[in-house]
C-alpha cells in the first residue's frame, strides 16, 4: 500500500517549457488535490479534483492545469514554466469532501524553472 | 474570508520539556475542521491531529493536544515532553464547509527546534 505517489520527485525547466506532474493513489480515495509550498508560506491550492470527472480551482490556479485521468490518478501540467513557478509541489488526497478528513500527502516534486 | 495565523517563526525548548505552538483562524464557517501537520526536514508532510469546531473536547493524540478555544479562534498545539525528533516545521490548517470541504487553508507554520 503506497500512499500517495509523485513522480517526478525533482525537475529542472527552462522558462517555457512544459511538463506534467503526475500523481497516484491507492487508498480508493475520491478526492485529490494539488499544492505548491515556497519558502515560508505554508501550502496554497493550487487545483482539487472533488470526484472522478470533476476538477475545480483553487487559490492558486493561474498558469496550471489538472486533469483528473481517473479515480486513482490526477496530474498537473505547466503549459508554459516561468520562474515564478519554482516551488515544492505536493499532492494529496482524502476519502470524500467535508471538514473531518485528514489529507494524506505525497512526498512532493521539487520544480525549478531557470 | 477564511485565514490561520502562526505568529511564532520559530520556537526552541528543551528536551523533556513541554511546548505550544500558536495557532489562530478566522472563518464564517458555522462548521469546520482544524489540522496539525508536521513537516521534518525529509520534507514530507505528516498529519498530527485534528479538532472539529463542534467536538466538546479538546483533541488528544499520544504526546499531542489542541488547546482549542472556539470564542478565541485559537487552536493551539501543546507537544509534550519532547523529543529531538520534533524538531520541524509545524503548519496549522482548516477546511471549512461552506467551500464544500474541499478547500484547506494553512499558516505560514512554525519551526521548532528541540535542544538536547
Known amino acids: 500500500n503506497a500512499g500517495v505517489t509523485q513522480t517526478p520527485k525533482f525537475q529542472v525547466l527552462k522558462t517555457g517549457q512544459s511538463m506534467t506532474l503526475q500523481c497516484a493513489q491507492d487508498m480508493n480515495h475520491n478526492s485529490m488535490y494539488w499544492y505548491r509550498q515556497d519558502p515560508g508560506m505554508g501550502l496554497r491550492l493550487i487545483y482539487y479534483s472533488a470526484s472522478e470527472g470533476t476538477t475545480d480551482k483553487g487559490e492558486v490556479p493561474n498558469g496550471y492545469n489538472v486533469s483528473r485521468l481517473n479515480k486513482r490518478e490526477f496530474s498537473l501540467r505547466l503549459e508554459s514554466a516561468a520562474p515564478s513557478q519554482t516551488s515544492v509541489y505536493f499532492c494529496?488526497?482524502?476519502?470524500?469532501?467535508?471538514?473531518?478528513?485528514?489529507?494524506?500527502f505525497g512526498p512532493g516534486t521539487r520544480l525549478t524553472v531557470t | 474570508a477564511q485565514k490561520i495565523t502562526q505568529t511564532q517563526p520559530g520556537m526552541f525548548v528543551q528536551e523533556k520539556e513541554a511546548v505550544t505552538l500558536d495557532c489562530t483562524y478566522d472563518t464564517s464557517d458555522p462548521s469546520y475542521g482544524l489540522f496539525w501537520y508536521k513537516q521534518p526536514s525529509s520534507g514530507e508532510m505528516i498529519f498530527l491531529i485534528y479538532q472539529g469546531s463542534y467536538d466538546q473536547q479538546n483533541a488528544t493524540e499520544g504526546r499531542y493536544s489542541l488547546n482549542f478555544q472556539k470564542a478565541r479562534k485559537s487552536a493551539n498545539l501543546v507537544i509534550s515532553a519532547s523529543q529531538l525528533g520534533d524538531s520541524a516545521m509545524y503548519f496549522c490548517a482548516m477546511r471549512g464547509l461552506n467551500t464544500g470541504g474541499f478547500k484547506t487553508i494553512f499558516g505560514a507554520g512554525t519551526r521548532l527546534f528541540v535542544k538536547a
Open positions: 494529496a488526497s482524502t476519502p470524500a469532501g467535508g471538514e473531518k478528513y485528514e489529507q494524506y
